[in-house]
């Protein structure tokens, strides 16, 4: 699952104790596990290993440069959305032809970025969009002859239980292509000078916890592909996008193995080049965010802890109603909890809201959540914050962003400095 652990009561990360890190960087923080990332990266690529796959880790998820640096040393390739990741990755040393693009409004300039970078593939999601490309590549091109490589994003009308926002895989999102139009796209598109139409793009959402959808996913995808080979479109690869589940709950969904067990045998003997675009599976667990408790006080009916992590630093939980497992970082031994669970309540726990200080009403990290009791500079560990924590956060309220900290065995390193208040107006003089 992870290289967080309880040691004697206290928290560590990997080898080294949370409360040391506390100590020399205060609270908050986000604290990564460079062992937990490699770990999951390559637990992935061992699934896959009977096929032609490439996985390009989303940076999105967790895009510090110094984790995408070794990421990129551990072979993973990448997905990006944005033309500021499409930095972010030449920046850390990535190979610009293992990096696929995705992302439903990229502009002008972000597509002729790409283009002189010489990604691998970009993932296309609507008609407009790739005669933009076409256009671009087409001036691009000229001097060097290159083609474009496109994957057609297609919508397999696929659905599995998660978050509304979290949906993307059915015809009424602003994602992709309909399955029906596809052949259309193809025919209209297939053979063209400037663009290499010959990968097809499948993303189904985020929070999956079977197999079962993206088995679904992939039959009605190798239907679409034979239909355009018989039709001599050459179909090259497929890219089954990310949205893989993790475990914010201890063993609550299917590890690598048990998805490409599914998978990999319907893409045996297809002649398709795999492409992979894992985030939250591999750096949910990485990252814990470490808050300490400010004031404890009972309104009400309702006991309140309040901490220095508000919805600013992580708002999965006010956004997506996200689940995030807390628990001190200092317990009794009868506290270590065996798993992290909603269900986990050890006798002698406190029912509270944990709280931050954002002057919203949706400032929270949990609700009703028992946990051991806490009083005022007591630390707490948000875990499963790897992935859509720090990128996701704001200065809201004026608040300086927390530092992100990363742990190799027993040596740890800050690789994003804590911002200052010179910071927050800095752009704007």
Known sequence: MDFFNYRKGNLFAEDVDIAQIAADVDTPAYIYSKATFTD????????????????????????????????????????????????????????????????????????????????GYFNIESEQELETLIRLAGQATAGRGAKAKVALRVNPDVKYKTHAFLTTGVKETKFGVDIERALNVFETYGD????????????????????????????????LVDRLREKGHRIEALDLGGGYGADYETDTVPSAAEYAAGIVPLLQNKD??????????????????LTRVVYVKQGGSKSFVIVDAGMNDLIRPSLYDAFHFIWPTKVESRFVPAVR???????????????????????????????????????????????????????YNSRCRVPEVLVDGEHFQVIRRRETYEDLTALER
Not at 195 to 201: E, F, N, Q, T, Y
Not at 272 to 289: D, F, T, V
Not at 347 to 372: H, M, Q, T, W, Y
């Open 40 to 119: 999951h990266l390559a637990k992935i690529q061992k699934a896959y290993e009977a096929l032609d796959t490439t996985v390009c880790f989303s940076v999105k998820a967790c895009g510090n440069v110094n984790i995408l640096k070794f990421m990129a040393e551990a072979g993973s390739g990448f997905d990006i959305v944005s033309g500021g990741e499409l930095y972010r990755v030449l920046q850390a040393g990535g190979d610009p032809s293992q990096v696929v693009y995705a992302g439903v409004g990229k502009t002008d300039q972000e597509i002729t970025e790409a283009l002189e970078a010489g990604i």
């Open 192 to 223: 063209n000078s400037a663009v290499d139409l010959s990968a097809l793009h499948v993303h189904l959402g985020t929070g999956g916890k079977t197999i079962d959808p993206y088995v679904e996913a992939v039959e009605k995808i190798l239907v």
């Open 272 to 289: 398709l080049k795999l492409i992979l675009e894992p985030g939250k599976s591999i750096c949910a667990n990485a990252g814990i965010l």
């Open 341 to 395: 669970s909603k269900e986990l309540h050890i006798e002698g726990s406190n029912v509270v809201d944990i709280v931050g200080p954002i002057c919203e009403g949706a400032d929270f990290l949990a609700k009703d959540r028992p946990i051991p009791g806490v009083e005022r500079g007591d630390l707490l560990a948000v875990f499963s914050a790897g992935a859509y924590g720090f990128t996701m956060s704001s200065n």
